[in-house]
């Protein structure tokens, strides 16, 4: 019996990297927006004011463009003396710089006493099945410390300043495989395996 496809909503490279080993032996052939004949400069409009609301615009829009039973994920940093931000706009919080925000982010926290440079990663995924309208959320949360200054060159983001809590590690010092074990990627992802295996083969 062929494997269903399932379309993740993401130009990332990296990103679908580690979703691709999350998913492990999920029985789902893996598509990109590269694959279905997506024009290369296609984005997604993440216009939602929270990482659920992102991760279903991307899912819908997705799958109502390509008929195909889709993905989205939405995730950023939340950081307890900033209020939680940059949030929803992590990838954005400091957009064109070559460090990814982090001077600005350890700029904002250099005066933070270490007790208090609490943190957390979430990551929210949407699935969405135009066939039927089936749509499921899945949700994972890593908490950790931000960091003052960079640590390892791994990851992608925000890893580098973000030290997994009971690790002693930022996540650009983990392997991939150590990072996924303890990442808020690594624990919606674990979800959303179950979810589709159960509700969407």
């Known amino acids: 019996m062929s494997m269903r496809e399932l379309l993740i909503a993401t130009h990332n490279r990296?990103?679908?990297?580690?979703?691709?080993?999350?998913?492990?032996?999920?029985?789902?052939?893996?598509?990109?927006?590269d694959d279905v004949g997506f024009d290369h400069d296609f984005r997604v409009d993440e216009a939602g004011?929270?990482?659920?609301?992102?991760?279903?615009?991307?899912?819908?829009?997705?799958?109502?463009?390509?008929?195909?039973?889709?993905?989205?994920?939405?995730?950023?940093?939340?950081?307890?003396?900033?209020?939680?931000?940059?949030?929803?706009y992590t990838k954005r919080y400091a957009e064109g710089t070559p460090d990814n925000g982090h001077a600005k982010l350890l700029a904002e926290l250099k005066d933070v006493p270490d007790e208090k440079r609490g943190a957390q990663f979430r990551s929210v995924v949407a699935i969405y099945d135009p066939a039927n309208d089936r749509v499921r959320i899945c949700e994972g949360v890593a908490r950790g410390v931000i960091t003052r200054r960079a640590r390892g060159a791994a990851g992608f983001g925000q890893?580098?300043?973000f030290e997994y809590e009971g690790t002693g590690k930022t996540g650009g010092e983990m392997t991939p495989e150590e990072k996924n074990a303890v990442s808020h990627r690594g624990k919606s992802f674990a979800h959303v395996r179950d979810v589709l295996v159960a509700e969407f083969v």
Request: hydrophobic share 40%; aromatic share 4%; charged share 25%.
């Open 49 to 88: 004011r929270t990482f659920e609301g992102n991760a279903l615009i991307k899912a819908f829009v997705c799958a109502k463009k390509s008929g195909k039973l889709s993905l989205g994920e939405d995730s950023g940093l939340e950081v307890d003396a900033l209020d939680g931000r940059p949030g929803v």
């Open 14 to 33: 990296q990103k679908l990297s580690e979703m691709q080993a999350l998913l492990g032996d999920a029985p789902f052939t893996l598509l990109t927006v």
């Open 159 to 161: 890893d580098p300043i």
